[in-house]
Structure formats: structure tokens, C-alpha cells
């Protein structure tokens, strides 16, 4: 069975004010089908090239790209694959329930239930309510479930996702991670780039860590875990939320990320407000992880010169 996405021997450059940039140096990985696989790095580390590449969106690279055993060349290569960018340009015009009609007919889906298929997938986001407002009325979270709601209603095999849930407040982020979890569950495999991990550990099989165009490494998310034991993420029950940055995840459940040095005293205040100790997980922070990773580079490299 062909890989849902394999990138072979990639390398792409810019040239910039008469300067030649690469972009993307020498990028092998490999997802397979209904995996979820998280791409991550720093602001120009190379995400969003190695994303038009396999759109077709760049095609002055080298290298091979097969999305599902096609080259991304190929315009037939993108059949069944659905694309958010990070900030989705959608037709201001229209309403969520015109775009998600469209959506279905670029891709040629006939549906005799169309209205209810797109509705439902509205409501499955929440923003039943606005179906027939025009885009420019909405906030910039609400027009970002509807591109997300876009992209899920054509049921594609792979999802590209390019920053997923950046302009998300803490609920549309749990929201839109429990709808993916969902979709993964059903076989479907996603691409996603990211900054923070912690959002989105809980759904990728394996991270991709790219930096300067390199892609230094991949890991699972619990050879990430196992490298980090001094955070936590704490669950617990309790009537009110012991902190206004905690996340609420469903009635009176909320989630925290602490240090190790803080997690005796949260303990504490959990039962001292009447609340009941859920889990405690180590966490994964991006930046304690991708350091350690560009660290251990760094050395290996120095031993090789
Ligand atoms: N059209 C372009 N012309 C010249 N250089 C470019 C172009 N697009 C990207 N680059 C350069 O290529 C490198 C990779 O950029 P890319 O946008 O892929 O990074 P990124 O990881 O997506 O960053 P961000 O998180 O900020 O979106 C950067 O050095 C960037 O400046």
C-alpha cells in the first residue's frame, strides 16, 4: 500500500535580493495512510514550502513527492486531499453553508442530502447558528471553523493543515482537536504544522522537527514525553477552574500545564477547592524539546568535524 505522503531527496531554493536561499535541504519522511504526522519548527524553518510542494503550489524543486503513490506533479496526485491554509482566504460574500456547498462541488461530490451533509458539519463546529451569515460578518476564529468545516465535508483521505488551530481560543481548540481525533479515528491521515505541541500531542502519531530548511529528526510523542519529565499537564474536576489560564475541556474538568516544582502545591489547592485529581501526564513543551534536539545536533556535528 503506497504512502499517504513521501518526500524523497527534496531541495528547494529561493533567491532573495540577488541571493540564492535554500529553503529545504535533503527532506526525507514518509506518512503513512491514516497517520498523523506533526510538523514542526521555528518561523522560517521551512513548513509552509515543504506544504506548496506537495500542493503543486511550488514545483521548481528537486526531488520526489508521491502523494498516495502519485507524483505531486500530477494534478491527479491532490484527488481526495483537503487543504487549510493558516489564514484561509474564504469568499467574504457568501455564508459557511454556500462555501461548504462549494466545497463539494470543486471536488465533484453529489449528494441528494447536500444542505443537511454541510449543515451537519456546521454544527459539528458549532456555527449551526451563523450557516446563513456572510463570511465578512464573522470572527476570525468563527471563519476559521469554516474553512476547517470546508475542508472535512469533502471526507478526504489526507488533510494538509497548515497551522490548524492558531486563531482558536482554548474551547474552538478543543473542539477542533476532538473533531480530528474523530476523523483520525475513521482512517483518515493528516499533515499538520505547528509551533506548540502541547495542543496537539494528543492526536499526531510522530513529529517531524525541521529547522534552517532540515529536517533534524523524528519522534512519537511518547519518545518526546519520556525525554521531558519536568512539566505536567494536570487534569482535574472541580467546580470553578483554579486559574484563569487553565483550559476547560468539559463541565467542571480543566487542564494545566505545570513545572515539576509547581505540581505538589496545584495538588493542594486542587483539594483544598473541593476538586478531584484526574491524571497527571508529563507534558510536552516545544521549546524545551527542539533545544535539546538542535543541541544534540549541534554536538554529533561537532564530534563529526
Ligand atoms: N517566495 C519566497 N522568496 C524568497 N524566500 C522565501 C520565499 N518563501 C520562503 N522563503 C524563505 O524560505 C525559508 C523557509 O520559509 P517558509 O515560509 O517555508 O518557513 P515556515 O517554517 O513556514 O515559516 P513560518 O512559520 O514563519 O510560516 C525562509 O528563509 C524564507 O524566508
Known sequence: MPNALEYKAVNKYFRSKGKLIQALHNINFSVAEGEVFGFVGPNGAGKSTTIKIMLDIIDDYT??????????????ARKGI????????????????????????????????????CTQWLERFSIGHVAKQRIRSLSKGTAQRVALAHALVVNPKLLVLDEPLSGLDPVGRKDVIEILAEYKKQGG??????????????????????HKGELLTTRSPRELAAERADCYLVRYNAEQPIHSSNIQIRDSEFEIEVTQSELPNFIQQISANNGHLLTVKPAVSLETVFFKILNEQNNSNQISN
Not at 462555501?99 to 451533509?117: E, F, N, P, S, V
Not at 491521515?189 to 525541521?210: K, M, N, P, Q, Y
Open 189 to 210: 491521515a493528516i499533515f499538520f504544522t505547528s509551533h506548540v505541541l502541547h495542543d496537539v500531542e494528543r492526536i499526531a502519531d510522530r513529529f517531524g522537527f525541521i
Open 82 to 117: 483537503a487543504y487549510v491554509p493558516e489564514s484561509p482566504a474564504l469568499y467574504e460574500q457568501f455564508t459557511p453553508l454556500e462555501i461548504l456547498q462549494m466545497g463539494l462541488d470543486m471536488y465533484g461530490i453529489r449528494r441528494t442530502d447536500k444542505d443537511a451533509w
Open 63 to 76: 526531488g520526489d513527492v508521491q502523494l498516495y503513490g502519485v507524483s505531486a506533479r500530477n494534478a491527479d
